[in-house]
């Protein structure tokens, strides 16, 4: 009985608030016409049912944190929850959806969130390594088939993009983000954003997007997760926030918090942030969600006494849905009634979450994204497929080619992999897999096999060690297979746990007895290449000492081992650049290419010159600098010609080079700009990427390449924290990557 009521009471509220419109007429309705619906709807809604709409409940599924309230099904039929992620399926997704709907008095939907970090079941390469590819238009594709996947089995909303820059590689969760710079990073944010966006949320290949962590998570002290954030406004400002500011820009849906704090507010609390800055000052009209228990977190932080404190302060400071904690379902209501919070606060979060409701379409049919056809048919399909193979070859790095050791030479008949990444399925997955499966998964051996049955090549895997551990009895074995091969290919690396959430480290050096196994392997003298699988850059001056050839592979997810095997035999040309410095060694993290020149930088006419910002043990110079990445032929630069010595603040100054592909391949080149502004009213980089072009050159071909520049591309935030710039001298620089290329000037008058 009491269920029917419920019903009757659900399709009557239906009827009467929702207007049951279809979708085409959906995409006609403004948000103004929506905000209406919401509005009604909201003042028939009790203060419960209104807290009920600001809990988010994990399904069980995938956790990376505490569960705090297993008995998830019974709370969503009592009416609290707004949402659930780690859930889904086409038939999970309709059974708690129901719920929802046919067991709560309004029957108001659910969002199903999930992390679809780098593809959803056709997992792509993992995020740090897609920004390898300077590829926006791939990058938004590779979401764009994300979306289309993740709706067919009942998702709607996604926690991505994580769009943090760092300049840490000890951080494991740069491998989750776009790499150190804002400026591309900014790019590749609004690019991921559209993806998974698209241009109309009532559309059902579409979800929302959520930008995360706000903010600056990614500059954690000593690289540690969950650590403390203490920058400069300045930095903050014009290194991390530019990318979120990105995603507003292209209408990002929903914002995630972060965990840590910065200058002693963590961000769960933080009125400044989440209120003055991304509504008052953004224009931000989108839903906050918390990172996972991040509003209990403000307890251990030190700034809540108790969870109703805590809740207090995170909903004062803006923040809407509460993930995981209980904490907004325990006590927004006496928070109310002692009169501590003002329900309007409530109503405001629990507005901006149903208006996302809204704009999904969820009203008009709850089970819009639980298809079972499109569950059957739109998942994994061959087109997804091929494309992930293809952006597999973008986004590797080739790191060294001596004496052109790869592509495999064509007289190459026995090929010897060795090493633990050579045939790790689950691996290839990279961290946050989402509904991927190693199952689908091509290794580096699947792969090399694949291709050498046509070309009648024998390969041979031997593991030779673990990813981990001291053990070398597999040395012998892979010592006598490279003996007997003519190429030898060493699988190297970390495992994908290695990367990613709570997964730091102080020594990036290859794990376990790997680099002992490769120099055992690279002193019998074959023709070697190392591939190498990872999530972070790695201190790797040894290997690159020693190796003929490197190619940085990180986690490609399930076309791994195709793609990869496409580059190793020249089928495809390796174009990527490094999004991330790769130092010597760990002391010199923070490493990064844009740093400051400083007081008292090292004179090149005097580099042993003692009193200089240096170490005694290292050079200040990384291993591998930002934009760097080799391709199977050579590119020369030369003819660089800037339109005008001299630009007033409404010009456009041209930048133009040639570059020739002067080596004996076909290939493709990421041609990058990078201006210096030599004085400011306060100290400036000694680099900043401000544009690039991906040009492909026939063997022998030469292009002119054109760049444009205004004086909005040389705006900061100058000694008073406006957002300006101001009038003086520039160099720039044309070239290959941040430390080389060919170099100008120009002034803004
Ligand atoms: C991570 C988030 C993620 C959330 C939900 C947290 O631990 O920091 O990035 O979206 O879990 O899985």
Redesign the pocket.
């Known amino acids: 009985m009491k269920k029917h009521s419920a019903l009757f009471i659900t399709a009557i509220a239906l009827f009467i608030l929702f207007g049951g419109c279809n979708t085409e007429q959906n995409q006609e309705i403004g948000t103004s016409e929506y905000q209406q619906k919401v509005d009604s709807l909201i003042k028939i809604m009790t203060l419960d049912e209104k807290i009920g709409q600001l809990n988010l409940l ?1 399904s069980g599924w ?4 505490p569960v705090m309230d297993p008995n998830y099904k019974q709370l969503i039929k009592q009416g609290n929850a707004g949402a659930v ?2 859930a889904y399926g086409v038939d999970y997704v309709t059974e708690l959806q129901r719920l929802a709907v046919e067991e709560t008095r309004l029957g108001i939907p659910l969002l199903f ?1 999930y ?1 679809v970090i780098h593809g959803y079941k056709t997992i792509f390469p993992i995020p740090l390594a897609q920004s390898c590819s300077w590829d926006l238009e791939m990058i938004e594709h590779s979401d764009r088939i994300a979306a289309t996947e993740a709706t067919a089995e009942g998702i709607n909303w996604v ?1 991505a993009p ?1 769009v943090d820059i760092s300049r840490d590689p000890r951080w494991g ?1 740069v491998s ?1 983000g776009a790499g150190e710079d804002t400026w591309l990073g900014s790019k590749i944010a609004a690019a991921r954003v559209n993806g998974f966006q698209g241009n109309n949320l009532a559309d059902e290949q579409t979800l929302l997007a ?1 930008m ?2 706000f903010a600056a998570y990614g500059a954690p002290q000593a690289g540690r997760d969950y650590h403390t954030v203490d920058i400069s406004e300045r930095s903050l400002l014009e290194y991390y926030l530019p990318p979120f500011k990105a995603c507003v820009d292209a209408g990002v849906a929903s914002v ?1 918090t972060s ?1 840590n704090e910065i200058s002693g507010v963590p961000s769960s609390s933080n009125h400044w942030l989440y209120t003055e800055l991304l509504r008052n000052t953004w224009g931000f009209k989108g839903f906050v969600v918390t ?2 228990t991040s509003i209990y977190e403000l307890i251990p932080h030190g700034v809540a006494q108790d969870s109703a404190h805590a809740g207090e302060l995170a909903l004062k400071a803006g923040i809407q849905l509460d ?1 995981q904690s209980s904490i907004f379902i325990k006590n927004l209501k006496n928070l109310v009634k002692s009169g501590k919070i003002s329900e309007k606060l409530i109503d405001k979060a629990v507005s901006d979450i149903l208006l996302a409701k809204y704009k999904l379409g969820l009203f008009d049919d709850p089970y819009r994204y639980c298809n079972k056809t499109r569950e059957g048919n739109e998942i994994m399909t061959q087109a997804s497929k091929d494309f992930a193979r293809q952006f597999v070859t973008k986004s590797c790095v080739l790191l060294k080619n001596e004496n052109q050791t790869l592509p495999i030479p064509e007289t190459v008949k026995k090929i010897a992999l060795i090493g633990p990444l050579g045939n790790a399925a689950e691996d290839m997955l990279g961290n946050w897999s989402a509904a991927g499966w190693a199952q689908y998964c091509v290794t580096l051996f699947d792969g090399l096999k694949a291709e050498a049955v046509d070309k009648n090549i024998q390969i041979h895997y031997e593991k030779g060690c673990e990813i981990v551990g001291l053990s070398t009895s597999g040395f012998d074995a892979a010592i006598k297979a490279a003996k007997n091969a003519d190429f030898v290919i060493l699988a190297l690396g970390e495992d994908r746990n290695m990367s990613g ?1 709570a997964a730091s480290r102080t020594n990036l050096n290859l794990p376990g007895v790997q680099m002992q196994l490769a120099e055992k392997i690279i002193e019998i003298g074959k023709p070697t290449a190392v591939v190498l699988f990872n999530g972070r850059p790695l201190t790797i001056p040894e290997l690159d000492q020693k190796a003929p050839a490197i190619l940085e592979a990180w986690f490609g997810g399930i076309q791994s081992g195709s793609g990869i095997a496409d580059l190793l035999f020249g089928k495809a040309l390796p174009s990527g650049k490094l999004t991330m410095t790769f130092p010597h060694n760990v002391g010199q993290i923070p490493i990064h290419y844009n740093m400051k020149n400083n007081g008292r930088p090292v004179d090149p006419t005097n580099p042993e010159y003692r009193f200089r910002s240096k170490y005694l043990d290292s050079p200040n110079q990384p291993l591998y600098p930002f934009g760097y990445g080799l391709s199977y032929t050579n590119f020369s630069y030369s003819n660089l010609k800037i339109s005008s010595p001299e630009i007033r603040a409404t010009d456009t100054l041209t930048i133009q080079v040639t570059v020739s592909n002067t080596g004996k391949s076909d290939g493709e080149e990421i041609v990058q700009l990078y201006i210096r502004d030599l004085v400011g009213s306060v100290t400036r980089p000694i680099n900043e990427l401000k544009g690039f072009s991906k040009v492909f050159l026939k063997q022998g071909e030469t292009r002119d390449v054109i760049f444009k520049i205004t004086a909005n591309d040389l705006k900061f935030f100058n000694l008073d924290m406006e957002y300006t710039y101001e009038p003086g001298k520039f160099d720039l620089m044309v070239g290959p990557n941040s430390a080389s290329g060919l170099k100008d000037s120009f002034s803004l008058r």
């Open positions: 994990a995938d956790v990376t944190g992620f780690n969130g992390d926690f994580m969760r989750e959520t995360k962590h995630m965990f990172d996972y993930m959430e």
